[in-house]
């Protein structure tokens, strides 16, 4: 098992995953599930290499993206140095493996080396199974609320409940 930055090779698939993960979605979190992503900004991610994978027996297994900036989710804490995770996505044939706590554990690395203090991420609707998942991985659940303004942001976040989870670095 490896992880490295995904490549704009890895498109077709990351688009692949996000739609798998959908379908997974729909079926246990019918309230609220990822919209289809704009092309144009999985491309920049991986322009700006922010994007990343886990390989296992050279198949991608796991995807997510990484930001510095998450004013319109984060609002007045966005001022904070912090890293915010994105969009992870499992391939199905590897569900089971804990790839949450396998990104914590790189994202502090990561975290570390960018000079930042907080490990953020977020999730939409109250999905308590979903909550307890990121605890256990080591997130703090910081609570549930609505965004003041959506706009600018995927639609799954339009009038949602936006859980956010968090890890301070020493």
């Not at 739609?19 to 919209?35: C, D, L, V």
């Not at 994978?53 to 900036?69: E, G, M, P």
């Not at 909550?131 to 609320?145: C, E, P, R, T, V």
């Amino acid at each position: 098992m490896k992880i490295e930055n995904s490549t704009i090779n890895d498109l077709e698939e990351i688009f692949r995953l996000y739609k798998e993960a959908t379908g997974f979605q729909k079926i246990r979190f019918p309230e609220n599930q990822w919209p289809e992503f704009d092309r144009e900004l999985i491309v920049k991610e991986l322009e700006e290499n922010r994007q990343f994978k886990i390989v296992i027996d050279n198949r991608i297994a796991c995807i997510w993206a990484v930001t510095f900036s998450d004013a319109e989710i984060w609002e007045e804490k966005n001022s904070d140095p912090a890293i915010y995770i994105h969009r992870i996505a499992t391939n199905q044939q590897f569900r089971g493996q804990n790839f949450v706590k396998m990104i914590v554990g790189w994202a502090k690395e990561f975290a570390n080396q960018h000079h930042k203090k907080f490990i953020r991420l977020d999730t939409c609707g109250n999905n308590l199974k979903l909550i307890s998942h990121y605890q256990k991985a080591g997130f703090n659940f910081l609570g549930i609320k609505k965004l003041k303004d959506s706009k600018g942001l995927p639609a799954h976040y339009e009038n949602a409940d936006v859980c956010y989870f968090e890890i301070e670095l020493e």
